[in-house]
């Protein structure tokens, strides 16, 4: 009888634990939470600093990939980004925006440092050798190549067009195509700020 009771009451602790189950957050991007990629962003920012993912631990972090002379998807991605941190007012001062360039010849530090904070002061464009960029493009499975040009300094780059945010304790957690509205994207980041 004693043995019974036991399982009774072991399957009824089991019960409870289903019950325990902490609400699914929806996202209005694409859930990769658990992703195994996106952890090898080790570059220099448009100041000359060395910066890794963990330099941003504690915010939610957004990593985009594009280039300076990019035509439409990089300044349409970055007016979006711009309108996100406004939407999230005070919250703001928890995100970090990452632009990391895909044309590494062309997009100096001092290209960059024009660029990226024109959008907002707070974006950060980082930069490295074209085998850091590669390493860490293959690393967030980018795809990219160069597009000849009517002469070889006016090459673009073809390249993947989404957004990568990161949750504040440096997980990638959402997958955000392009085009996505920056009302969608600030609710996302929002409930990312408060998880």
């Given at each position: 009888?004693?043995?019974?009771?036991?399982?009774?009451?072991?399957?009824?602790?089991?019960?409870?634990?289903?019950?325990?189950?902490r609400d699914a957050v929806t996202f209005n991007n694409t859930d990769i939470t658990g992703a195994e990629f996106g952890k090898a962003l080790a570059l220099t920012d448009h100041t000359g600093a060395k910066r890794t993912l963990?330099?941003?631990r504690?915010?939610?972090?957004?990593?985009?990939?594009?280039f300076t002379q990019c035509p439409d998807v990089c300044p349409t991605t970055m007016t979006a980004m711009t309108q996100v941190?406004?939407?999230?007012?005070?919250?703001?001062?928890?995100?970090?925006v990452l632009f990391v360039t895909l044309d590494p010849k062309r997009d100096t530090p001092q290209?960059?440092?024009?660029?990226?904070?024109a959008f907002d002061a707070r974006f950060v464009g980082l930069t490295g050798s074209e085998e850091?960029?590669?390493?860490?493009?293959?690393?967030?499975k980018v795809f990219?190549?160069?597009?000849?040009?009517?002469?070889?300094?006016?090459?673009?780059?073809?390249?993947?067009?989404?957004m990568y945010i990161f949750d504040p304790k440096g997980q990638v957690r959402l997958y955000a195509r392009h085009g996505q509205t920056?009302?969608?994207?600030?609710a996302d980041i929002a409930k990312l700020l408060k998880s």
């Open positions: 009888m004693r043995r019974r009771a036991v399982l009774v009451f072991a399957a009824a602790l089991a019960m409870l634990g289903g019950c325990e189950r963990a330099d941003y504690g915010k939610v972090v957004v990593v985009f990939f594009g941190m406004k939407l999230l007012g005070d919250d703001a001062k928890r995100v970090q290209v960059l440092s024009a660029y990226v904070p850091d960029i590669a390493r860490v493009a293959k690393d967030f990219y190549q160069k597009s000849p040009g009517t002469t070889p300094e006016t090459y673009s780059i073809d390249h993947s067009s989404a920056p009302e969608l994207l600030a």
